[in-house]
């Protein structure tokens, strides 16, 4: 089953408005989690890197007034885009890193669908 | 500066047809190289992580091998149900893994 759950799967608004987009680990405590954005046909690009605890940071390039990240727990990350506009409509997605399962895994979410009319 | 090449980027084959994807990477420092799948609208799904050169794993018709510059994910009689992107990523030291664009694998009937 998902070790990684991501909510909501699909969410329309309208332009101006400000989306949640919640991210949690289900079996195992992760002080780091990934947000990524998917355009179609395109790999993910990483936008910020969440530190429980601590501020997130922020690739090159993306808004970090734009787009909050709070990880204030150790199985919780919330991405936050505030006043969406239709160039914010994209996929976005999740992860979080467990490594205590004697290997390295990076677990990743469901998946965001953001359409901003 | 850390890449992920894959190639090809897409691939069509007949059901049973048994093909490789190519996975180049320039990662300095590498702590594991890993494997993806993803189906569309979807997160993409872990399959393998490789440590180091000479390293194989396999699951049903996938077999993921690593050389000291590139990882091949093998796909042995491939079923429709196998059509999906297949994502390679590296990573060093501490940092977030650096994704390929991926291959878009399709298994005709």
């Known amino acids: 089953g998902a070790v990684v759950s991501q909510h909501p799967s699909r969410v329309i608004c309208k332009s101006g408005t400000s989306v949640k987009i919640e991210c949690r680990s289900l079996?195992?405590?992760?002080?780091?989690m990934f947000w990524y954005r998917q355009f179609p046909k395109q790999s993910l690009m990483l936008m910020a890197t969440?530190?429980?605890?601590?501020?997130?940071?922020?690739e090159q390039g993306v808004e970090k007034d734009k787009f909050l990240i709070n990880h204030a727990s150790l199985t919780l990350s919330t991405l936050t885009v505030t006043s969406a506009h239709p160039e914010d409509s994209s996929f976005y997605i999740c992860?979080?890193?467990?490594?205590?399962?004697?290997?390295?895994?990076?677990?990743f979410g469901s998946g965001t669908q953001l359409s901003v009319l | 500066e850390d890449q992920v090449t894959q190639s090809p980027e897409a691939l069509r084959l007949q059901e049973g047809e048994s093909s490789s994807l190519n996975c180049s990477y320039t990662?300095?420092?590498?702590?594991?190289l890993f494997w993806y799948r993803q189906d569309p609208g979807k997160g993409p799904e872990f399959l393998f992580t490789?440590?180091?050169a000479g390293e194989e794993k396999e699951k049903e018709r996938l077999k993921a091998t690593l050389t000291k510059k590139e990882s091949f994910l093998h796909i042995t009689a491939p079923k429709p149900e196998d059509s999906a992107t297949y994502l390679c990523?590296?990573?060093?030291?501490?940092?977030?893994?650096?994704f390929g664009k991926g291959t878009r694998l399709s298994v005709i009937a």
């Open positions: 990523a590296g990573g060093s030291g501490n940092t977030p893994l650096v």
């Open positions: 992860s979080a890193r467990d490594t205590g399962r004697g290997e390295e895994k990076l677990f």
């Open positions: 490789l440590y180091s």
């Open positions: 990662v300095s420092g590498l702590r594991g």
């Open positions: 969440s530190n429980e605890g601590s501020k997130a940071t922020y």
């Open positions: 079996d195992f405590q992760a002080t780091t």
